[in-house]
């Protein structure tokens, strides 16, 4: 590792704005990234600083403390501090035009149905959800349309995510798309990139092992909120039973058949001490050794 003297001792650098500090026990703070879902522990003294230089920023020759040093040094590398004088707004601005903007890959996001089989405590739909669905019409004009604005702009990939509610309660729909813009990605020698953001309770198996080798399925989101007594207290059916130990053993079952796993971890207070133990299950089935990337999502 470099040391913090490469780094310069006048370089003015400051905690990024998308940064929140949550305690985690007495002498440690979980430091959460919102916008890249980074995170990282840091001890009181390393807390304390940063606080105390969130307005005006620092330079390596005000760092005392050696502990301190080493966590400003690990934290520069993971991209949690950034120099003073940059524009984190404009950046962000940039990066949300060019991908607006750039022509040469295209993704889309596909509501198949807004119907769930869950009732999760923070839904934004409440208890009364909506069924509507994607009919097969509705999924073959989409699938025209796609393809069309694709050979317009010319782009040479394209990325389909599927959501709901929960998209694969209507996986017929799923299917149609699926199968209309992997004949077309084949057909013109494009690359087709297709993810699904699923709760994992129906996605067994049999089912995922066909959505890849059949349907072109390359990535599987899913959703664990902690450990097992929290995830089940806010990932529940709506007679209130839980979810963990579905979606877990629907994971397992898949994991080595996808090709990009994702686990979102939504995070607030009552929760965050429980990553922890969720990681330490997550080890306990060798999972560590999978290609699976985690992203943590904050609620206040």
Known sequence: MSSIETIGQERRLRLSGYCLIIPYDKETYILFHTLKGGIALIDVEAKNFLESHSKSGFAASEIKESQVREAVLNLLESGFLIDEEVDESALYR??????????????????????????????????????????????????????KLLDFRNSRSIGIIFYGGEPLLNIAALKSVSNNLLSWSRRTGRELFTGLITNGVLLTRQLANELVDSYGLRQVHVTFDGNKLYHDLRRCFPNGSGTFDIILSNLLSYVDSVATITVRVNLDKHNVGTVPKLLDVFQSYGLEKSEIRLRYNGFK
């Open 94 to 147: 940039y990066f949300l035009n060019r991908n607006r903007f750039d022509h040469f890959h295209a993704a889309f996001l596909i509501l198949t149905t807004y119907a769930c089989n869950l009732a999760c405590k923070y839904c934004y739909q409440g208890l009364q959800k909506r069924t509507d669905i994607m009919t097969l019409h509705i999924a073959e004009t989409v699938s025209k349309w796609i393809c």
